[in-house]
C-alpha cells in the first residue's frame, strides 16, 4: 500500500529534551516536507526537501532540523524542545513537475507533540 | 510573497443545501491550486487540483472549484452537500518554479441534519 508513516503518533516530552520524529514514503516521491498545524493557523511549512540532500526552509524553520540522506527518510529533529513547538506535525511526499513546482502531497497521519 | 486566504473559518449548511467555500491568493507569478479536505483526526488528503488546462477542475465526490486568474480565485462548491461532507478544507497553493506550498487557515464545513 502506497503511505507515508510517521512516528510516534503521540509524543509528550520535556523541554530541552532532544527528540526525532521519522517520516517514511514508499512511492518513491523526489519531495518530501514538514507542516506544522495550529489552530486558527492552518498548516505552516516547517523544511522541505526536493531530493536527497537537498533541503530548504519553508515559512516557520527556526527550531526545526531536518536531513535527507534516503530518498524514502526525512526526519524531524528538535534539538531543544520548548512549549511553543507544541503542536500537530504532518510529513508529506509529493512527485515533482519535472522543472515547474510540486504536485499533489501525500500526507502520513500526524504527530501530537506536546512540549511541558 | 504568496499567500492564500479563506476568509471563512467556519461554514454551517442544511444536508442537500448548496455550499461555497472561497479561497483567494496573492501571487506575483503563476501557481498551482489545490484543494485539500481533511476528516476529523486524519491526515490531508487531496480533493481536487488546478495545474493548467481547463479552469474548471472537479472531485469524483461532487466538489467542483474555478480557477480565477482576474479575480485570483478558486472558490469550492458542491450543488448539494451530504453530512459525510463534515470536515476541514483548505485551499493551498505552490508557485510555479517553486518548491514552497503554502495552505490557507482553513475552513470547516459542519453539515446539518
Known amino acids: 500500500e502506497a503511505q507515508v508513516t510517521q512516528n510516534p503518533r503521540y509524543l509528550i516530552t520535556v523541554t530541552g529534551k532532544k527528540l526525532t520524529v521519522t517520516c517514511s514514503q514508499n512511492m518513491n516521491h523526489e519531495y518530501m516536507s514538514w507542516y506544522r498545524q495550529d489552530p486558527g493557523l492552518g498548516l505552516r511549512q516547517i523544511y522541505y526537501?526536493?531530493?536527497?540532500?537537498?533541503?530548504d526552509k519553508g515559512d516557520v524553520p527556526e527550531g526545526y532540523k531536518v536531513s535527507r540522506k534516503e530518498k524514502r527518510n526525512f526526519p524531524l529533529i528538535l534539538e531543544s524542545p520548548s512549549p511553543n513547538q507544541t503542536s500537530l506535525y504532518f510529513c508529506a511526499s509529493s512527485p515533482v513537475i519535472l522543472l515547474a513546482g510540486v504536485d499533489e502531497q501525500f500526507f502520513g497521519p500526524g504527530t501530537r507533540l506536546t512540549v511541558l | 510573497a504568496q499567500s492564500v486566504t479563506q476568509l471563512d473559518s467556519q461554514v454551517p449548511v442544511f444536508e442537500e443545501a448548496p455550499v461555497e467555500l472561497r479561497c483567494n491568493y496573492s501571487?506575483?507569478?503563476?501557481?498551482?491550486l489545490f484543494w485539500y479536505v481533511q476528516y476529523p483526526n486524519q491526515g490531508l488528503q487531496l480533493l481536487l487540483k488546478?495545474?493548467?488546462?481547463?479552469?474548471l477542475v472537479e472531485s469524483i465526490n461532487g466538489f467542483e472549484a474555478e480557477f480565477n486568474k482576474s479575480q485570483t480565485s478558486f472558490h469550492l462548491r458542491k450543488p448539494s452537500v451530504h453530512i459525510s461532507d463534515t470536515a476541514e478544507y483548505f485551499c493551498?497553493?505552490?508557485?510555479?518554479?517553486?518548491?514552497?506550498?503554502?495552505f490557507g487557515t482553513g475552513t470547516r464545513l459542519k453539515v446539518l441534519a
Open positions: 526537501s526536493m531530493n536527497v540532500e537537498v533541503t
Open positions: 488546478y495545474l493548467s488546462g481547463s479552469t
Open positions: 501571487s506575483s507569478v503563476s501557481v498551482y
Open positions: 493551498a497553493l505552490t508557485p510555479r518554479g517553486t518548491y514552497k506550498y503554502i
